[in-house]
């Protein structure tokens, strides 16, 4: 790398020390202001860090990479701005005035104390299948592919720079907690979109223009029934991504991932009230509308580029492997000081997501496994207890690294593979949960366990018939949890969950009105729908109008 690049980088790790220390400087009292800032967030540094927590190694990498791959398909997921509205207009309010402190927690005041000990066990298995695996993986091969570093004291410069990622950011998240995160997320962000696009307009530039890329990926068909990388809407007899399956399932998870899962609304919580909370939301619904062209669309140009032949810097450009389309482009295209600035944004993105991982990770554990059999513990003992587990964790994801790569070829199908197993149990516990009082305490219970049951039975059969190869005899069970696609099989999954919610109901008694009070639709108060309305006003609603205008245009143009 050039002399600026080097300076760019230096002067981005000072001022992220800088904002570190700060944060560090302003004395964190007990553990609530440790994991959610003392819940004083405003709506730009909410809607900041629900961005760039979202925008991690599995964009940078991974939707880079499907780009490349498969063209438009994985679109679907990043069109999740209007799942991010749901949370803005339907969730905050039963959020905010229930006053948890996780989303298991929430989940106790719903149903019992298993289910919350359940959704706790789910969360911290999904931290270690995905977001830990995939960020540490990615990390390690973006700094390997922009580098152009094979080995460094005899060790695979992989390894060394995934590990260096994973100490970096732990130390700055251990220090500062919730704010640290929040707050380094409004330097983050800025750099991380900046730097993007720049690589979206200097490969627009040598591909030939917006026209040329058009053309060249339209003539590449992606299966029998005349479907190209560029249609969003693809055959349902698609092999990988039928329309059908791809609609309810990305909606599946798109529910589940921005409107209960820790991860991402531990920003939201962190809100000073429900006016705030809810604007942070529609800020990062916004935000979330720009990956496709940040991310998916260059992986596109890099297919486009290597298919074309093109010649970048006196050399044809040529990809290794799909997951290596956004480095690449890093590598090859940028000039001195904006490659600087480009890595400075893949290690925004990087860190960020760690640093999200890490907090909800300890808070998960802490709040909802220790402090439950500890009640007594001292402030000091929970968020040394919460750091331990931090560690644990992401020693687990480091292990579960070579299976990962043993289930997908590329990175962001494995994420929402796994992701599509986990997140139907989830998603009807709380969907039916929310919208009815009539759904019990052990119909939410045993919707979640029957979830985890089916996809963790669904993730090992892939990982042993995976290993077992061709020589797999053909059984109901491999056809069933093996051999259906994985969208159709979520969308089973879902319908399945619900249906065991809503039977168990019908025989197993309701919780208490007292206990449910102001946690579904029937059950909230006139007061409490009063306070919810005065928090919101006509700007609000115009905003979401525009933010859904911008999706339905989207699936308009590339149908």
């Not at 230096?10 to 560090?24: E, H, S, T, Y």
């Not at 909800?360 to 439950?372: E, G």
């Not at 149990?425 to 979640?448: C, E, H, Q, V």
């Amino acid at each position: 790398m050039a002399t600026l690049d080097i300076i760019v980088i230096v002067i981005f790790i000072l001022a992220l020390i800088g904002i570190v220390l700060w944060v560090f400087s302003q004395k964190q009292k007990d553990s609530g202001d440790y994991f959610l800032a003392g819940r004083d967030a405003t709506w730009l540094a909410i809607g900041a860090s629900i961005f760039a927590s979202n925008i991690g190694s599995e964009h940078l990498i991974g939707l880079a990479g499907s780009g490349a791959s498969s063209g438009m398909a994985m679109a679907h997921w990043e069109m999740h701005g209007w799942a991010i509205l749901l949370l803005a207009w339907v969730f905050v309010p039963f959020y905010s005035r229930s006053m948890v402190l996780t989303m298991p927690e929430f989940l106790e005041r719903r149903y019992n104390t298993t289910s919350r000990t359940i959704l706790s066990l789910i969360s911290l298995v999904s931290y270690v299948l995905t977001k830990v695996a995939v960020t540490v993986y990615a990390g390690g091969l973006v700094f390997k592919e922009v580098f152009g570093i094979q080995e460094l004291w005899g060790i695979d410069f992989f390894w060394i720079a995934a590990i260096g990622l994973v100490v970096i950011t732990a130390i700055y998240t251990v220090i500062g907690g919730m704010k640290s995160v929040l707050y380094t997320s409004v330097l983050q962000t800025p750099i991380l979109l900046l730097g993007s696009i720049v690589i979206l307009v200097l490969g627009l530039k040598e591909i030939g223009g917006w026209d040329q890329l058009l053309e060249i990926c339209k003539a590449t068909p992606v299966n029998d029934n005349g479907d190209t990388m560029v249609n969003l809407i693809r055959s349902n007899s698609d092999p990988d991504y039928p329309w059908f399956g791809v609609i309810v399932t990305s909606a599946v998870i798109g529910f589940w991932y921005w409107c209960t899962d820790q991860y991402i609304v531990q920003r939201v919580l962190s809100g000073r009230d429900e006016t705030q909370a809810r604007r942070g939301a529609i800020f990062g619904a916004y935000l979330k509308l720009t990956p496709v062209f940040l991310f998916l669309i260059p992986g596109m140009i890099a297919f486009a580029l290597a298919q074309k032949g093109a010649v970048v810097n006196d050399q044809i450009f040529t990809l290794v492997n799909s997951d290596a389309a956004f480095p690449t482009l890093v590598a090859r295209l940028l000039p001195a000081g904006f490659k600087g600035l480009v890595v400075c944004g893949i290690l925004a993105a990087l860190m960020s997501s760690l640093a999200s991982l890490f907090n909800s990770s300890a808070m998960l554990f802490t709040i909802d496994f220790y402090k439950k059999y500890r009640p007594q513990a001292s402030e000091k003992t929970l968020l040394y207890v919460g750091r331990m587990a931090t560690v644990i964790v992401v020693l687990l994801g480091i292990l579960w690294i070579p299976v990962m790569k043993s289930l997908g070829s590329v990175l962001y199908t494995y994420l929402q593979d796994v992701q599509s197993v986990l997140a139907p149990g989830i998603a009807s516990a709380f969907l039916l949960g929310i919208l009815s009082k009539r759904i019990t305490p052990l119909g939410g219970m045993w919707g979640l366990i029957s979830g985890f049951v089916v996809g963790m039975t669904r993730l090992g059969a892939k990982v042993y018939f995976n290993t077992v190869g061709p020589d797999a005899s053909s059984t109901w069970f491999k056809y069933l949890f093996y051999d259906v696609n994985w969208l159709f099989f979520s969308g089973g999954m879902l319908v399945f969950c619900m249906l065991v919610i809503i039977v168990v109901s019908l025989f197993t008694k309701q919780a208490p009105a007292a206990q449910i009070e102001g946690l579904t639709y029937g059950s909230s108060t006139p007061e409490q729908r009063a306070k919810s309305r005065a928090s919101w006003n006509h700007w609000d609603v115009i905003n979401t109008v525009i933010i859904l205008g911008i999706i339905v245009t989207f699936y308009w143009y590339f149908w």
